[in-house]
Nanobody
Framework: QVQLVESGGGLVQAGGSLRLSCVGS????????MGWFRQAPGKEREFLSY????????YYADSVKGRFTISRDNVKNTVYLDMNNLKPEDTAVYSC????????????????WGQGTQVTVSS
């Protein structure tokens, strides 16, 4: 079993930056692929970014490419999402997720989820 806890959300002005962290428990964390998703009110969960178990492979949704960067530190059991040039439309609950099944943009292919952290971007 893997537990994930996100932190780092908050209120930021448009154009600002935030760093989200996702700390995982369990010895298998370093073997899991990780993803970041977000969900705004009234909208479906949206894939943002993926990183493989070693950190050597990453993938981004077009909506965040060039603005967001995913990284991980397996010694600290932590995955990060650095978010720059934030826009009001980035406002959502951001969640990290872990997958035992490899690369995917589908939430259904992720096995473990954190509780989420709220990001609010003011105009």
């Amino acid at each position: 079993q893997v537990q994930l806890v996100e932190s780092g959300g908050g209120l930021v002005q448009a154009g600002g930056s935030l760093r989200l962290s996702c700390v995982g428990s369990g010895r298998t964390f370093s073997a899991l692929d990780m993803g970041w998703f977000r969900q705004a009110p009234g909208k479906e969960r949206e894939f943002l970014s993926y990183i493989n178990w070693s950190g050597g492979g990453t993938y981004y949704a077009d909506s965040v490419k060039g603005r967001f960067t995913i990284s991980r530190d397996n010694v600290k059991n932590t995955v990060y999402l650095d978010m720059n040039n934030l826009k009001p439309e980035d406002t959502a609950v951001y969640s990290c997720a872990a997958s035992r099944r490899g690369w995917s943009v589908l939430p259904s292919n992720y096995d473990y989820w954190g509780q989420g952290t709220q990001v609010t971007v003011s105009s």
